[in-house]
């Protein structure tokens, strides 16, 4: 019979909640960008096909903040919860963060709830689209705050520790600490991207289905171009998060390109099998790629995974992981691409081709794999470590024989959740007819309020 380890399910269970609401988060990050930009140009142009959109999608934005509360309720309680020893040292130096984090959520919900029971109530309509502002921004708040708790994790700093006790704390360097930036950035232009591309997939697979109304083929040009944009932003950023890593996290960077040996002009390594003695087979090698990555030049020397001793080298399969992110998010950079080059090039033409089409609503599910792939990449990357340098994972667990009952409850509870949403999502728009909603709502078939 296995024994029992309450550190292995302790891993389990707090992997399954942050891979669950992340889901939900990102998409409460990006879409409120969206809802903002699809009315802004509703009254910029006076097309109120756009102010439809930004209705259409408010209603399914609540139905996933109201999920994402639930899970990020579960993560605050997990934290206590499974990793009392980590709370007990650290609990002091993220109280900062997790206090602003409510509040940035709290204006989040009372604007978005004002904002959602006062469409054309006010004469202006840019009233109505400033209501959005605090939502936005309470929106991002949230993520910026929650994300700095992840980067003081991984490089803490506003504290000593003598005797296991904390001490000396200052609040504002805990939170803004050296991997606040690029984390805090990278998180927010993926979520942007990411939420762009599931809205303009849903587009997509409208038109792939046959539907060629024009209110389809606004969404899917506004959501494109915005989702190319982020896309751009979140490769930019990705590049600092690369000289991030070999400054203060050289092990995870080493352990990302199974670089062991430290030298200059390290190539960059994409794919192969790790065979005996570290050998790589079937490997991509770029010359002096990691070096460029890490330090910007070709000759710049980057720390070997050899220099760190073996319990704290992270788990090497993560190389995977940046691989396929680092793909995925060149796909979905190139389809933004590619669709504006078509739209340039025929323009006056609004004819998407099938294959784009089917390469857009690819890039939807792709886009979330590929944030999954970035958290995984982060939270695994740090191990040994739950408190970088301070604790490790082992030592910050929970010793409760019930861990295990715990993930099983929480299994079927996300379960519950994500087959509510789906069928709740699924009855709201299955039977959508947009020309009756613009019919109701006093738009012409032209576009044009009637």
């Known amino acids: 019979m296995t024994q029992y380890d309450p550190v292995f399910y302790s891993r389990m269970l707090t992997e399954l909640t942050l891979a669950f609401h992340i889901i939900f988060a990102t998409i409460g990050v990006g879409v409120p960008v969206m809802i903002a930009l699809a009315e802004w140009r509703g009254i910029r142009t006076g097309d109120p096909h756009y102010t439809l959109l930004a209705r259409r999608w408010t209603r399914g934005f609540v139905i996933t903040v109201a999920v994402g509360v639930v899970t990020g309720t579960a993560i605050g309680l997990q934290l206590s919860l499974l990793w009392p020893s980590f709370m007990r040292i650290a609990g002091q130096a993220i109280a900062l963060p997790l206090f602003l984090e409510t509040f940035a959520f709290f204006v989040e919900?009372?604007?978005?709830?004002?904002?959602?029971?006062?469409?054309d109530r006010f004469k202006k309509k840019t009233t109505h689209l400033l209501l959005m502002i605090p939502i936005v921004i309470g929106s991002s708040a949230s993520a910026f705050f929650i994300t700095t708790l992840n980067a003081f994790m991984n490089t803490p700093r506003g504290f000593t520790l003598e005797d296991g006790v904390i001490k000396n704390l200052q609040p504002l360097a805990a939170m803004f600490n050296p991997a606040t930036p690029t984390k805090v950035s990278h998180v927010l232009a993926s979520s942007y991207t990411t939420s762009a591309y599931i809205l303009a997939a849903i587009a997509a697979y409208k038109l792939l289905k046959g539907s060629d109304h024009a209110y389809y083929k606004k969404a899917l040009k506004l959501t494109v171009t915005a989702a190319f944009v982020f896309s751009l932003a979140t490769a930019a950023i990705g590049d600092l998060s690369g000289k991030f890593l070999a400054k203060y996290q050289p092990e995870k960077l080493a352990a990302a390109e199974w670089h062991f040996e430290t030298e200059r002009e390290a190539p960059l390594v994409?794919?192969?099998?790790?065979?005996?003695n570290n050998e790589i087979k079937y490997r991509i090698s770029i010359p002096y790629g990691l070096s460029i990555l890490a330090h910007g030049t070709p000759d710049g020397e980057v720390i070997g995974l050899n220099e760190f001793p073996e319990d704290e080298r992270p788990p090497l399969y993560i190389h995977y992981l940046f691989n396929l992110k680092v793909a995925f998010g060149m796909y979905l950079a190139l389809v933004g691409f590619l669709y504006l080059l078509r739209s340039r090039k025929h323009r006056g033409r609004e004819l998407v081709p099938k294959w784009l089409l089917a390469a857009i609503v690819a890039a939807g599910p792709l886009a979330m794999i590929t944030i999954e792939l970035g958290w995984f990449f982060a939270e695994v990357g740090r191990q040994p470590w739950i408190l970088r340098g301070y604790m490790k994972v082992a030592d910050a667990a929970?010793?409760?024989?019930?861990v295990d009952t715990m993930l099983l409850l929480f299994c079927l509870l996300y379960l519950v959740l994500g087959v509510t949403v789906v069928r709740v999502l699924s009855k709201l728009f299955r039977n959508y007819d947009v020309i009756q909603e613009m019919i109701s709502l006093g738009i012409e078939k032209g576009g044009r309020r009637s």
């Open 109 to 119: 919900a009372i604007f978005l709830g004002i904002y959602l029971y006062t469409w």
């Open 270 to 276: 994409l794919g192969g099998v790790l065979g005996q």
């Open 398 to 402: 929970t010793t409760s024989s019930h």
